[in-house]
């Protein structure tokens, strides 16, 4: 390519960049082509398992289609409501995810080792789900009240440090690993935004090991766990069985995969394939071509948060966007690493592609605010607005 050409289409890139109403359409576009490509992963990653325990390949893609159905309109709901009325929601929204935190610590059921389900009636939900939305919304409302007293530590740490280790403790009783470490990347992440100093980082890292360490030398499925992901195969047929299958998934997609349906670890060898290791799943099948475009679709999600929170003169805008890119950015490189053994297997799904509506509704709501602030950017308000006239001038001629 000539030195011309690419000038060209370096402009051209930057050009589309510029235009108003290109964030909205990223994460617009971002968001339904992950829904999409989890509802077809789900469908190939659970179809064995469906047959065999529910007599048809289609039972856990039906019941994720339905959650994709509620969710789509929680998110168009979440992206038309005011700044001011999700801020209404910021303590109320606390207190219950809270409360539902100590329901499941207390009487939550157990699946897999981790106290991280509680019963609803007919129904099971993940309370730290909710919770994330709920800590990012909170949090978000008190550093933006504490605008201009950010500069004292005192004010950035209270309360919203103290609230989030009390959450984070909740999860950690019931033995969710995963969701207390993006728990702890959420309070590292709004610290950083919002200008901590790096002697509370060293601090926190320092506190966390010693944490880590205390927590894996108590339990000695947890030990085995956080020592398997550095040699899978060492244990490979106890704690390194679902590490070193995940790994023969994603090393036998080559470039461009099996092709879609064609997995083999899906046939009872890879456990939780639709739901914690369905990247696994994703890339045996659509090989690395797929897993890089799935990695960059929560890449551009994340320019585009970061550029919505650029843009914006609101703090709680900023705040709040830099909390839903932290988590849902965070959540996936956990995910990534675990299905590649880079990180322990401590369970936690893939925002928007793995099964599970407990994860999908909150994750769809936190998605539809970032969506309304960019909406609701100046340039992008003034040339929806502009649109809309176009189009009711264009209805009224045809008249």
Same mark, same amino acid.
């Given at each position: 390519m000539s030195r011309s050409a690419t000038r060209t289409w370096v402009g051209t890139l930057r050009e589309a960049l510029d235009r108003p109403l290109t964030t909205y359409y990223l994460l617009v576009g971002a968001t339904v082509l992950l829904l999409t490509i989890g509802l077809i992963m789900v469908l190939s990653a659970s179809s064995v398992h469906g047959y065999? #325990?529910?007599?048809?390949? $289609?039972?856990?893609? =039906?019941?994720?289609?339905i959650w994709v159905l509620l969710g789509i309109p929680v998110a168009i709901l979440a992206s038309r409501v005011s700044t001011k009325w999700v801020r209404g929601l910021a303590y109320p929204g606390f207190v219950v995810a809270l409360g539902l935190l100590v329901a499941t610590a207390a009487v939550g059921v157990t699946i897999n080792? #981790?106290?991280n389900w509680l019963a609803l009636g007919p129904i099971q939900?993940?309370?730290?789900?909710i919770a994330k939305l709920a800590i990012v919304i909170w949090a978000a409302?008190?550093?933006? #009240? =504490?605008?201009?007293?950010?500069?004292?530590l005192h004010q950035l740490l209270i309360p919203v440090v103290p609230g989030m280790v009390l959450a984070t403790t909740l999860v950690v009783i019931g033995r969710d690993l995963g969701t207390a470490l993006v728990f702890f990347a959420l309070l590292v992440g709004m610290l950083w935004v919002v200008g901590a100093p790096v002697r509370l980082f060293v601090l926190f890292m320092s506190a966390l090991s010693v944490v880590a360490l205390a927590l894996a030398a108590t339990d000695t499925e947890r030990l085995e766990r956080i020592t398997t992901f550095v040699d899978p195969f060492k244990d490979f047929h106890g704690t390194g069985w679902q590490p070193a299958h995940g790994l023969y998934?994603?090393?036998?997609?080559?470039? $461009?995969?099996?092709?879609?349906?064609?997995s083999q670890q899906k046939w009872g060898q890879l456990p939780e394939a639709h739901t914690d290791f369905i990247f696994a799943v994703l890339g045996e099948e659509l090989g690395l071509a797929g897993t890089l475009l799935v990695v960059g679709l929560f890449l551009v999600i994340a320019y585009a948060g970061l550029?919505?929170?650029?843009?914006? =003169?609101?703090? $709680?805008?900023?705040?709040?966007t830099f909390g839903v890119i932290i988590w849902l950015l965070g959540q996936m490189i956990i995910n990534v690493g675990m299905v590649l053994a880079l990180l322990p297997v401590i369970g936690i799904p893939l925002p928007l592609v793995s099964y599970g509506g407990s994860g999908l509704l909150p994750t769809l709501a936190?998605?539809?605010?970032?969506?309304g602030f960019a909406r609701r950017e100046p340039a992008a308000a003034r040339a929806l607005a502009q649109r809309r006239r176009t189009r009711s001038r264009g209805v009224a001629a045809r008249r």
């Open positions: 065999d #325990n529910y007599g048809s390949s $289609f039972y856990w893609v =039906k019941r994720q289609l080792g #981790n106290r939900i993940q309370a730290s789900e409302h008190i550093y933006a #009240n =504490k605008e201009r007293r950010l500069g004292s998934a994603i090393a036998s997609g080559g470039i $461009f995969g099996e092709g879609l349906g064609a550029r919505v929170a650029r843009e914006t =003169k609101d703090p $709680f805008v900023r705040y709040a936190a998605l539809g605010l970032v969506i």
